[in-house]
């Protein structure tokens, strides 16, 4: 008899252990700093400037930041909440109050952190966050992971890496175009 009461107290304590860390893994995701992580690497190294190729949407998102906001760079369509084109922007700019303007082609950023987040609902996250270099969002510090590319490595699945669409590494031979 006193057994099957242990067994049970055992069995709803891991339940609740489980239960609970759900809870927790849902409501506060861990974010990590991986920046110097090398099983991450896969494509962005902190300090590596890259040469954005074709307008952005420089986007607020909620965020975990202490301005309570998160900017991130987006694709125009990328989500039925942003422009399909610039053109579709610049004609109605009070329509889309989360855009805070688009970052325009030849834009540099350099890459300052990656992050990944452990989230119960969708597994690893990554956050790119970068600083923009030129133009009028210059000094601002955005997330660049929804313009990336992401690529299997061994175990670890869907590391971001630079998506060729959007931008490209800065190096001498591009510097001049």
Do not use: H
């Not at 610039?86 to 109050?97: C, D, G, L, Q």
Request: charged share 20%; proline share 5%; with cysteine.
């Amino acid at each position: 008899m006193n057994g099957n009461r242990s067994k049970q107290s055992t069995a709803r304590f891991i339940f609740l252990a489980i239960f609970c860390s759900q809870i927790i893994g849902c409501v506060y995701p861990l974010r990590q700093d991986v920046t110097n992580n090398p099983k991450f690497e896969a494509g962005y190294v902190k300090g590596q400037i890259y040469i954005i190729q074709k307008p952005v949407l420089l986007c607020k998102t909620s965020g975990n930041n202490t301005s309570g906001k998160e900017l991130c760079l987006q694709m125009f369509g990328g989500s039925s909440d942003l422009p399909a084109m610039t053109e579709e922007y610049f004609s109605n700019r009070m329509r889309w109050p989360n855009v805070c303007g688009v970052v325009e082609t030849r834009t540099r950023i350099s890459i300052l952190k990656i992050e990944r987040e452990d989230n119960f609902e969708f597994g690893w996250e990554f956050y790119i966050e970068a600083v923009i270099l030129d133009g009028v969002f210059a000094g601002r510090i955005a997330n660049v992971t929804p313009i990336s590319g992401f690529v299997e490595k061994g175990k670890y699945p869907l590391l971001p890496i630079m998506n060729s669409q959007f931008m490209e590494l800065e190096t001498s031979t591009n510097l001049t175009r």
